[in-house]
């Protein structure tokens, strides 16, 4: 059984350009979640899908963000205009029930 | 200050070392989970836990849910066990809150 891949593995943008960030999670799992790990500190939830209805995006930083599960397989990050402070190492998990979860090996995003 | 908390945040070991990695948290939770990050690597379950003790090879975890603490103990390290050690736990909803990790290093 495939694991949860994320794509890109490493992405370097400049400040104020477009970055989406893709993550296929194992087949059958509803349920979708987003993390973030900014330089030295503990990773973060940023949101949880259930199919493709949003269960909970008090994470999200700001509207900057847009996160979508259209159809509820894939789903994709899209940070628009990027800033400096979204950089870090974007994870992706994925699982069945509410118990345990299926990491990616994340995205690393490094705004310059 | 964070919900959970790790210690310490880095150890370094002799092959053969008996370790232990501690975790506090401060909410009520439905369950902790040890995970397990390898440089460049992805993050891997190791363990969940709600109650009681699980051990798995030389990895050995524990949980008091009356004094809200967690330990993950590793018997004979091995070089390959160098690695980031997290732990996280969910409260009430499904999202995984984390503890800031611990970066193992084993020396041969």
């Known amino acids: 059984e495939a694991g949860v891949t994320q794509f890109p593995s490493h992405s370097v943008i400049e400040k104020g350009q477009t970055v989406t960030l893709r993550c296929d999670p194992i087949?059958?799992?509803?349920?979708l979640y987003w993390y973030r790990r900014v330089m030295g500190k503990e990773i973060k939830f940023l949101l949880h899908?259930?199919?493709?209805?949003?269960?909970?995006e008090s994470g999200m930083p700001n509207n900057r963000f847009l996160a979508e599960r259209t159809g509820g397989t894939y789903s994709t990050l899209k940070v628009q205009p990027a800033e400096l402070e979204d950089s870090g190492v974007y994870f992706c998990?994925?699982?069945?029930?509410?118990?345990?979860?299926?990491f990616g090996p994340g995205t690393r995003l490094t705004v310059l | 200050k964070n919900e959970v908390e790790q210690s310490p945040q880095n150890l370094t070991a002799q092959e053969g070392e008996f370790i232990t990695i501690n975790c506090s948290y401060s909410v009520g939770i439905s369950a902790l989970h040890w995970l397990q990050q390898h440089p460049g690597g992805g993050i891997v379950s190791l363990f969940m836990?709600?109650?009681g003790k699980k051990k798995h090879g030389r990895l050995i975890a524990t949980i008091n849910i009356q004094e809200k603490h967690s330990s993950l103990h590793i018997t004979a390290s091995h070089p390959r066990d160098s690695a980031v050690y997290i732990c996280?736990?969910?409260?009430?909803?499904?999202?995984?809150?984390f503890g800031t990790g611990t970066r193992l290093k084993v020396l041969a």
């Open positions: 998990a994925s699982s069945q029930t509410s118990n345990e979860q299926f």
């Open positions: 836990l709600s109650s």
């Open positions: 899908f259930v199919k493709e209805s949003k269960q909970d």
């Open positions: 996280a736990v969910t409260s009430g909803t499904y999202k995984y809150i």
């Open positions: 087949s059958g799992h509803d349920n």
